[in-house]
């Protein structure tokens, strides 16, 4: 197949190559402006991507703490022009909290190429109701939150206070951007809870990430493989097709091993698929320490998409549903 055999998802001499530039660069803390952070003086329209999925602080433990300046400088050797810093909050979703508002606050002097997003648990207590939740969630917007996640309990996709929360989200027209696996936002095998969301809010812009909704690439899975990294051929049928040719808010997130997995397993398929749904797909790393491998650089360096289409995965979509200038 034209431009995708052979593809490997891991790209660690590029991911060294960077890291060692982090490491190297030496910028005082507390920099008030992206020019002061790295020495590009690329305009933001004209990098080759746009980045959904990343994070800042440290997210687990043994890790290493990422600050905005160093993800700044790897943006730069990675080609990426902005890229969305999602909190998390739920204790299911990483070893150390990482509130929205030490996101509102890490990324508020670079906010032309960072762009936060919010996010509650849903069993946080609140009072006044549905107003409620809106007006917690409007503080963080009117603060320059730009979108709802990682969202990523441990409940049900559909739980109850989940659903509030959508609702709240819809109210304020804030895109969701949700991790789906065996533990947190737990779904069944043809994502039926998902299918739940997605009628109830017609309306609303949803981004699928995680094994669970990768795996959900294929048909015939098992509810083992919602936790897992299915290898393969994709069999036909697979949910995330049938519920984007039903929802047209539903998009999906290709960072992580998840996504990267997803889309090389089977080249043919994977390619066919991001032309078919080069509409509904963002690119993403889920880039959260110096150093880390990022399998998403290598593979769409070789898979040979159509132009228009490879604009619209790696920046245009990103740039309509978040309102980039």
Not at 137 to 163: C, Q, S, W
Not at 179 to 201: M, S
């Amino acid at each position: 197949m034209r431009g995708v055999a052979s593809i490997s998802v891991n790209r660690r001499q590029f991911c060294r190559s960077a890291a060692a530039a982090v490491a190297l660069a030496t910028v005082p803390q507390g920099s008030s402006r992206c020019a002061r952070a790295t020495d590009s003086k690329k305009p933001v329209n004209q990098y080759r991507y746009i980045d959904v999925h990343t994070h800042l602080g440290t997210v687990w433990s043994g890790g290493e703490q990422l600050t905005a300046e160093a993800l700044l400088r790897w943006m730069d050797a990675a080609d990426i022009g902005q890229a969305v810093v999602l909190p998390l909050v739920s204790p299911e979703s990483s070893s150390y909290p990482i509130s929205t508002d030490f996101v509102l606050s890490e990324t508020k002097p670079y906010r032309d190429r960072l762009i936060p997003f919010c996010s509650i648990d849903p069993r946080t207590s609140y009072r006044g109701g549905p107003k409620g939740l809106q007006d917690m969630l409007k503080r963080y917007t009117d603060a320059g939150a730009r979108g709802f996640g990682e969202h990523k309990p441990g409940v049900a996709i559909d739980d109850p206070r989940n659903m509030a929360l959508y609702a709240a989200c819809a109210a304020l027209k804030l895109p969701v951007l949700f991790h789906l696996d065996e533990q947190r936002n737990t779904d069944a095998p043809e994502l039926p809870g998902l299918e739940r969301v997605l009628k109830e809010f017609p309306e609303s812009v949803f981004i699928g990430h995680g094994p669970g909704w990768w795996a959900s690439i294929a048909g015939s899975i098992t509810k083992a493989d919602l936790g897992g990294y299915p290898k393969g051929e994709v069999a036909p049928g697979g949910a995330i097709d049938r519920l984007m040719d039903k929802y047209p808010g539903l998009y999906g997130d290709l960072s992580a091993g998840s996504g990267a997995q997803a889309i090389s397993r089977d080249a043919k398929f994977g390619r066919e698929f991001l032309i078919r749904r080069q509409d509904r797909l963002m690119f993403g790393t889920d880039f959260l320490a110096p150093g880390q491998d990022v399998p998403q650089l290598e593979l769409f360096a070789k898979i040979d998409l159509p132009e228009k289409a490879a604009a619209k995965i790696f920046r245009d979509n990103a740039r309509r549903v978040l309102k980039c200038d």
